[in-house]
């Protein structure tokens, strides 16, 4: 039987039951004390009583910390992790407790994100974290008995299938406007986006001990390869015009300026007999940087340009080797896709390419 007491102006419920712990709760009438009581009462007679003490003493900020001290370090990219967990903090909802949360207010929140213009994709991201969280904190946290909101609503459906690829005289344009946008790195990386397939992330993370020019073969170790329908193949051949531009890479790295700047940057950073490191000398971003301001200038002459996305030249390369009559099961070896359903979403064949077979 619940305890019942009066404390100044509010009533307090305590109840002490044998094999759980004390629970105590204020209220501001004693009708709501005593409905509270045989509420957690009735639980605890069927066994469906859960502690939820640290689920109301915990705010959605402080779950938000934990989640990025103790989760997103095993995460594969934790940075885009970091930037989408500052949204939420910086966000009104983060000093809300974790039990008061509802499905409403995550639903307003997806809402809003619509509004003000955010990709589906973007808004599913956002949401997963959250409901991610929810489900870590019920079951290591020793929070059993939290609800999972996100349970509750319509999540976005993610981004839209795109069919882009290069027309007649983009790559040779593409091609010219970063060779001279400054940075040496840019119109390499562009060609081998599209011989190798790789996604962004795969391509710039490629070291020199990785590339084998003498089989045609580029070696990524276990830990580079990734898991799920992000993988990469243990081995990627390589094409003709992938080993030339590998070799171009080289005596960019071997030229006295690039020597001269790797040196500077400590001695352990230049090989005196081969290669070694990053094939690339630049970070992922300032090629970016470069192939947004070339399709902004391209864009000028061929509105069309502004619908190329980088991603877009992975696409581009899916197509170009199921146009070399490979089959489906060597390209799916090549690009790593995990489903013939995904391989296929990447696969745009254009119909001229298939005159001749036709007779």
């Given amino acids: 039987m619940a305890y019942i007491s009066q404390r100044g102006v509010y009533w307090r419920a305590e109840i002490r039951r044998r094999g759980y712990k004390p629970v105590y709760r204020t209220f501001d009438t004693k009708q709501q004390a005593q409905q509270w009581a045989r509420r957690v009462e009735a639980d605890m007679d069927s066994g469906l009583y859960f502690d939820r003490s640290e689920s ?3 705010t959605l900020r402080e779950a938000l910390e934990r989640y990025r001290r103790d989760i997103v370090p095993e995460k594969r990219h934790p940075y885009q992790e970091n930037r989408r967990i500052q949204r939420w903090i910086d966000h009104g909802l983060s000093y809300r407790t974790l039990a008061s949360l509802r499905g409403v207010d995550f639903a307003k929140y997806r809402d809003e ?3 003000a213009g955010r990709a589906e994709n973007t808004i599913r991201l956002e949401l997963q974290i959250i409901s991610h969280l929810f489900e870590i904190a019920r079951k290591e946290w020793g929070m059993e008995g939290l ?3 996100l349970d509750n609503i319509r999540k976005p459906t993610g981004s839209q299938a795109r069919d882009r690829r290069l027309r007649l005289g983009e790559f040779e344009k593409l091609h010219s406007l970063l060779s001279a946008g400054g940075n040496p ?9 599209i011989e190798t397939s790789l996604r962004q ?8 001990e990785w590339v084998d020019l003498g089989s045609r073969m580029l070696r990524f170790p276990p830990d580079a390869r990734g898991a799920d ?5 243990a081995l990627l051949p390589l094409s003709s015009r992938a080993i030339n531009i590998f070799r171009h890479l080289a ?5 006295p300026e690039v020597r001269s700047a790797r040196s500077r940057q400590g001695p352990g950073n230049v090989a005196p007999e081969e290669l070694r490191g990053r094939v690339f000398g630049t970070t992922t971003n300032a090629v970016i940087c470069v192939w947004k301001r070339v399709i902004q200038a391209a864009s000028v002459d061929d509105p069309g340009f502004k619908t190329l996305r980088w991603h877009d030249l992975r696409h581009e390369a899916a197509s170009r080797l199921f146009e070399k009559g490979l089959h489906p099961m060597e390209v799916a070896s090549i690009t790593g896709h995990r489903s013939m359903q995904m391989l296929k979403r ?14």
């Fill in 113 to 115: 994100r619509r509004s």
């Fill in 185 to 193: 790195w840019a119109a390499p990386a562009f060609e081998l986006a």
């Fill in 229 to 233: 329908n992000k993988g990469i193949p």
């Fill in 201 to 208: 992330s795969a391509l710039f993370s490629v070291r020199w």
């Fill in 147 to 149: 609800m999972n909101p």
């Fill in 56 to 58: 109301e003493r915990t």
């Fill in 251 to 255: 005596a960019i790295a071997e030229s």
């Fill in 346 to 359: 990447y696969t745009h064949l254009k119909p001229e390419s298939l005159l001749a077979r036709l007779g």
